[in-house]
């Protein structure tokens, strides 16, 4: 079969964007601008994200520990998996970040350290739960901007992330704890008084953690908006949905129509209504577990009548929360869900 | 295969590599150099010169402070155009409760940091119509913020 002309150049239109999609110029500063500077901040100086540039960190991981860490993300504790960067890229991105690197970094071997499980977990209990939690699970908040104060530098890493645990060789977790990471409050603990064994034993518990993996929802699993039928006239349901926010003790901070400030005042479509409100206790959890959790700012019902029939709709916050790969966050979101949930099914029914 | 089944094939598949590059990451982020004054200066600039009007901006740090708590400047400013507000509120109605769109605005130390999550997040099998909207605001929060991230 032979093509038109038009054709040809439909097809070569269709490669040229699928090999431009996948195989996206390799230039490591631009990439990392894009993709990283945001939490960790264009000098690598952290943010939302942790330091790059600390000395002690470049030195104390490698390439891999980078590449596997920016390809698998650390599930559920904000950094995400960017499965869709080619490996071009991602080696670009590493080699940017490594210009930071006054030195060599530390090469690690694959060896398993095989130490005392029981041994370990008390010296983990002791020395390391403190920060990282009891199960691994790490500090609280992330980010300089509201969640910590902002001359402490990183909050402690959890060590029981899948993403982590398989980026961090025995070797490298086994070296972070001898020698420590300066300008972070990761002490030595050579220098602590535990010995090399005692250290091998804590890396054999933290490695422990791998076994106890939880999963979580995808987004295909989560409707991302809420939407039912009201019985009542739009007036009437907007009075239900504003005693049912009070309710919940959530303050009514503005009511407006969907097209208020875009089109001439007057002209708006007042069959579209939009009830704002804000509980800034609430809030403010919100922000100290995510800086960005802005986004979901200020909570929002809505209410609309069409051809007669009055319906009320909200976001999902669980679904917006998926965005954030934050288990804490999801854990507020789930909460904050369910004020949604009883506003909306109070207000229809 | 016949030539016209052919072309809906092949412009199927385009639109189908569109969308699959364009849902890369669920959120949209960029960090500007600039102060936070300068930034949400820049960013409702930026807005209104890539097409859009800024309907409304909502001061979250004013409510923090006002209660009580401890903040920097916080910001969320929302936006969009008349015509797509109308058009988009009567044919998707499953899109009316992420509309006007918003990007969040909130300072970090020097720097201003800004959030919003990617719109092609927001497609819909059941919708496919939708998705060129999606991917035109995609497109330009992507333009606004690589405008934002260049400012000094």
């Known amino acids: 079969m032979t093509l038109p002309l038009k054709y040809h150049f439909f097809i070569s239109a269709i490669f040229l964007l699928a090999s431009s999609s996948l195989q996206a110029k390799a230039n490591g500063e631009q990439l990392y601008s894009t993709h990283c500077s945001a939490c960790h901040g264009p000098n690598g100086n952290g943010g939302v994200g942790v330091p790059l540039a600390l000395p002690d960190f470049q030195y104390g991981v490698t390439n891999d520990y980078l590449t596997k860490s920016i390809r698998l993300g650390r599930p559920g504790r904000i950094m995400p998996a960017f499965t869709e960067l080619s490996n071009d890229d991602v080696k670009a991105i590493v080699k940017h970040i490594r210009s930071w690197a006054p030195g060599k970094p530390f090469k690690y071997s694959n060896k398993k350290i095989k130490g005392n499980l029981k041994h370990g977990k008390k010296i983990y209990m002791q020395s390391c739960a403190a920060c990282h939690g009891a199960k691994g699970e790490g500090g609280k908040g992330t980010g300089v901007t509201f969640s910590r104060p902002r001359d402490l530098p990183v909050i402690a890493p959890a060590l029981n992330n899948t993403g982590f645990l398989a980026s961090a060789p025995d070797l490298m977790i086994k070296t972070v704890l001898m020698n420590g990471r300066e300008g972070t409050p990761m002490l030595s603990f050579l220098k602590q008084g535990l010995s090399e064994k005692d250290i091998d034993d804590v890396v054999t518990y933290v490695r422990s953690f791998e076994k106890k993996v939880t999963t979580k929802k995808t987004t295909e699993e989560i409707n991302p908006v809420a939407s039912f039928e009201s019985p009542h006239s739009l007036k009437e349901t907007i009075a239900i949905i504003k005693r049912a926010i009070a309710g919940k003790n959530f303050r009514i901070i503005r009511e407006q129509y969907l097209n208020q400030g875009l089109v001439e005042k007057g002209k708006e479509n007042k069959k579209q209504v939009m009830i704002y409100f804000c509980n800034f206790n609430f809030l403010n959890r919100a922000l100290a577990i995510d800086p960005r959790a802005g986004l979901f700012l200020p909570c929002r019902i809505t209410a609309v009548e069409e051809n007669g029939k009055v319906t009320v709709m909200s976001t999902n916050p669980l679904y917006m929360s998926s965005f954030f790969n934050n288990e804490e966050l999801d854990k507020l979101c789930e909460e904050l869900n369910q004020i949604y949930t009883d506003i909306v099914e109070e207000s229809t029914f | ?152």
Request: hydrophobic share 40%.
């Open chain 2, 1 to 152: 295969m016949k030539y016209n089944n052919l072309t809906k094939f092949l412009i199927g598949i385009s639109l189908l590599l569109v969308i699959a590059t364009s849902q890369a990451e669920q959120l949209m982020m960029a960090r500007t150099k600039q102060t936070f004054p300068e930034a949400m200066l820049n960013l409702q600039e930026t807005i209104r010169d890539v097409g859009y009007t800024v309907s409304r901006v909502q001061r979250i740090d004013i409510g923090l402070t006002k209660s009580g708590y401890a903040t920097d400047k916080y910001r969320i400013v929302f936006f969009g155009t008349e015509k797509e507000i109308a058009l988009i509120s009567k044919k998707y109605p499953h899109l009316i409760p992420n509309i006007p769109w918003k990007i969040a605005i909130f300072a970090e130390q020097q720097d201003t940091l800004l959030v919003t999550a990617n719109p092609m997040q927001f497609s819909n099998k059941q919708y496919p119509g939708a998705d060129k909207y999606l991917l035109k605001w995609k497109n330009d929060i992507e333009k606004i913020m690589s405008i934002l991230r260049k400012s000094e």
